[in-house]
């Protein structure tokens, strides 16, 4: 037997606005996915003395008693280790902004409810993650602030509640 579906996507509409919400969020994933590995290659001291060996700058010296620029003179290992995890976990951002892509495009910009839950939980696992690493951080090496995030965890991070909202509206309140 044959499905017929009544969904009509519309920019301007809830689901519609929550697909924005989450096209942002997949958009901030492909840069975290592709520029980090090419930067690091050719810039990675001085990003590493501007954004922080770790997490930010003050948090490298309330952790280490050092700024970025003295870990890496006395232990120039530090910023082949940085780079090294960040093309593992660019890697993995890289993929998770594919599969994210198709899931908005292919699959939720069509109604299928089972995307919008499957892009929820997938969010929440790249964000708790990194809340996890950050509190683990914190608890062993120095306290952090919000300010000492990232921006690419942070912003989906606070994106995310409002592409959930929106998005249950427009697939649940008919």
Same mark, same amino acid.
């Given at each position: 037997?044959?499905?017929?579906?009544?969904?009509? &996507?519309s920019w301007n509409s809830?689901?519609? *606005?929550? *697909?924005?919400? &989450?096209?942002?969020?997949? &958009?901030?994933?492909?840069?975290?996915?592709? &520029?980090?590995?090419?930067?690091f290659r050719f810039f990675g001291n001085l990003l590493s003395v501007k954004l922080g060996l770790v997490f930010s700058p003050a948090s490298d010296v309330a952790a280490f008693g050092k700024n970025a620029t003295e870990l890496m003179k006395e232990n120039p290992s530090a910023l082949v280790i940085k780079t090294t995890f960040y093309d593992v976990i660019t890697g993995l951002y890289l993929a998770h902004a594919i599969l994210h892509f198709c899931l908005i495009w292919f699959c939720l910009m069509r109604g299928q409810t089972w995307s919008f839950w499957a892009l929820t939980f997938s969010d929440l696992a790249v964000i708790g993650f990194y809340?996890?690493?950050?509190?683990?951080?914190?608890?062993?090496?120095?306290?952090?602030?919000?300010?000492?995030?990232?921006?690419?965890?942070? *912003?989906?991070?606070?994106?995310?509640?409002?592409? *959930?909202?929106?998005?249950y509206i427009g697939l649940y309140w008919k």
């Amino acid at each position: 037997m044959e499905q017929t579906t009544t969904f009509q &996507f519309s920019w301007n509409s809830p689901i519609g *606005v929550s *697909v924005i919400i &989450f096209l942002l969020m997949n &958009f901030i994933y492909l840069l975290v996915g592709i &520029f980090p590995p090419i930067l690091f290659r050719f810039f990675g001291n001085l990003l590493s003395v501007k954004l922080g060996l770790v997490f930010s700058p003050a948090s490298d010296v309330a952790a280490f008693g050092k700024n970025a620029t003295e870990l890496m003179k006395e232990n120039p290992s530090a910023l082949v280790i940085k780079t090294t995890f960040y093309d593992v976990i660019t890697g993995l951002y890289l993929a998770h902004a594919i599969l994210h892509f198709c899931l908005i495009w292919f699959c939720l910009m069509r109604g299928q409810t089972w995307s919008f839950w499957a892009l929820t939980f997938s969010d929440l696992a790249v964000i708790g993650f990194y809340l996890l690493a950050a509190r683990n951080f914190s608890t062993h090496l120095a306290p952090l602030k919000f300010g000492d995030l990232m921006p690419f965890a942070t *912003v989906p991070g606070i994106l995310l509640p409002f592409a *959930v909202i929106f998005g249950y509206i427009g697939l649940y309140w008919k």
